[in-house]
């Protein structure tokens, strides 16, 4: 069974500080993931995706993959309150037309003024 | 645009009870999802489909079924109610290019359906 897998927290961080959120992975096979944020009561949106080894960064977000490892990380600089969510990790299994995304329990964040 | 818009936002059932949970979306994507989302867990594939008159089955299908016969409608239908079924149902949609090894498309999605069965 593919599975991923998340620290479901709570992650509590100060305002300022650098909050890293991570993230297993069990299919070797899975090349794209993503990390999606979700508000309490809301629907989850796109923060943004990867699929490189590596970094990526957009903003104050930074992605990162290790396939080797299998694991994926999101780090969020200068944290704010209003990045207070559960954010979601999901690796996509299969072929671009027959695969489906894997989401992980999220991990929730609060960042405290 | 709306995006993706569902029906109704709340229901309670009764055990036994059907009802068909709508999603329309008007951003003409050819890939549409459901998911369910029970307390504090991620999101669990229910259906899926690819096109207008194509569907699959996702990670936990019993107990649901699903048509698509146009590419704005993906409506999920549940058939006698159970327990188990409380959970809040989000539906998505996606723009999906079906020629590339691995998918990095965006899924939108809509605001959610609250479902209680008692």
């Known amino acids: 069974q593919k599975e991923v897998e998340q620290n479901s927290g709570p992650l509590s961080v100060p305002e300022g500080a650098i909050a890293s959120l991570n993230c297993t992975y069990s299919?070797?096979?899975?090349?794209?993931f993503f990390w999606y944020r979700q508000y309490s009561g809301k629907s989850p949106e796109l923060i943004m995706f990867i699929y490189s080894n590596g970094d990526k960064e957009d903003g104050r977000f930074t992605a990162q993959l290790n396939k080797a490892s299998q694991y994926v990380s999101l780090l969020i600089r200068d944290s704010q309150p209003s990045d207070s969510a559960t954010y979601l990790c999901a690796a996509w299994a299969g072929s671009s037309n027959t695969g489906k995304l894997i989401f992980g329990q999220g991990t929730t964040l609060q960042v405290k003024p | 645009n709306a995006g993706v818009t569902q029906t109704p936002k709340f229901r309670i059932l009764k055990i036994g009870q059907s009802m068909t949970l709508q999603c329309t979306q008007d951003?003409?994507?050819?890939?549409m999802y459901w998911y369910r989302q029970d307390p504090g867990m991620g999101l669990k594939l229910i259906y899926y489909s690819v096109g207008a008159g194509i569907t699959d089955k996702g990670e936990v299908p019993n107990g649901y079924n699903v048509s698509r016969s146009t590419t704005e409608d993906f409506p999920l239908r549940l058939e006698l109610a159970a327990p188990s079924q409380t959970s809040v149902y989000f539906c998505?949609?996606?723009?999906?290019?079906?020629?590339?090894?691995?998918?990095?498309?965006?899924?939108?999605f809509g605001p959610g359906t609250r479902l209680t069965v008692l």
């Open positions: 951003m003409n994507h050819n890939y």
């Open positions: 998505a949609s996606s723009y999906s290019n079906p020629s590339g090894g691995f998918s990095t498309d965006t899924q939108y």
């Open positions: 299919d070797r096979g899975s090349q794209s």
